[in-house]
């Protein structure tokens, strides 16, 4: 029986060298290789814990904030030999804030936000090296769509269309570089025309009607 003992707890004792080895090391030529856990410094608190492949991250990623070791506060999925990263940002009760793609740590095409306390969609967007081009989706919780806008080199550019919680269009806009260029269209809870004009270069400009009741009721020059 001692015999079978001192084997076990020898077999033990080996056990926990190999895991040990296992974690943390470097390869031949100094860089990571492996499965490697790190701590904030001078704490106990994981910081990050993941594989590399010589030197290079692969595979999932998942990344703590100081203070908060209850969830992860990014899960991020590494491609091989393609510098493309999937990545989902946590709360710290560990629901999602936004997920989307990075390249060379910029966000890149489709990017979905989330509303607090839900998975309900509260975002789309797209980017470009970090800036936003192209669509941008809004919505309400109730999973009615609030706004709808185009972008161009991160500054709205093209039709704007914003919309109640009921779904009825409220305001129909222009934008050019990040100014309001273009005509315009107010409308109230009902749909019903409210304000008709122009603005150009974020100033009105032109022609201003003004509604009530379906009926045009006053109009300027300006």
Not at 2 to 30: A, K, P, T
Not at 124 to 135: M, R, W
Not at 159 to 183: A, K
Request: charged letters at 25%; proline letters at 1%; a neutral charge.
């Amino acid at each position: 029986m001692y015999q079978q003992l001192c084997i076990l707890l020898f077999l033990l004792i080996g056990m926990q060298l190999f895991s040990q080895e296992e974690i943390n090391q470097l390869d031949s030529e100094g860089r990571r290789h492996g499965k490697w856990t790190v701590n904030f410094k001078g704490t106990s608190q994981l910081k990050f814990e993941g594989i590399f492949e010589h030197g290079k991250e692969t595979g999932e990623f998942r990344f703590y904030k100081r203070g908060f070791d209850n969830h992860p506060s990014a899960i991020l999925h590494f491609k091989e030999q393609i510098d493309s990263v999937t990545a989902t940002y946590y709360t710290q009760k560990g629901e999602p804030i936004s997920t989307g793609r990075l390249i060379d740590q910029k966000r890149e095409g489709k990017w979905i936000y989330y509303h607090q306390a839900s998975r309900d969609t509260m975002m789309i967007e797209n980017y470009q090296s970090d800036q936003l081009n192209g669509l941008q989706k809004t919505f309400f919780k109730n999973g009615k769509l609030a706004e709808k806008s185009k972008y161009k080199n991160g500054k709205k550019n093209g039709q704007s269309f914003v919309y109640s919680e009921e779904g009825v269009l409220l305001q129909e806009l222009n934008y050019e570089n990040g100014e309001l260029h273009g005509p315009v269209t107010y409308y109230n809870a009902e749909g019903d025309t409210l304000i008709e004009g122009q603005y150009i270069r974020d100033q009105k400009k032109g022609n201003w009607k003004y509604f009530q009741n379906k009926k045009l009721t006053e109009e300027k020059e300006l």
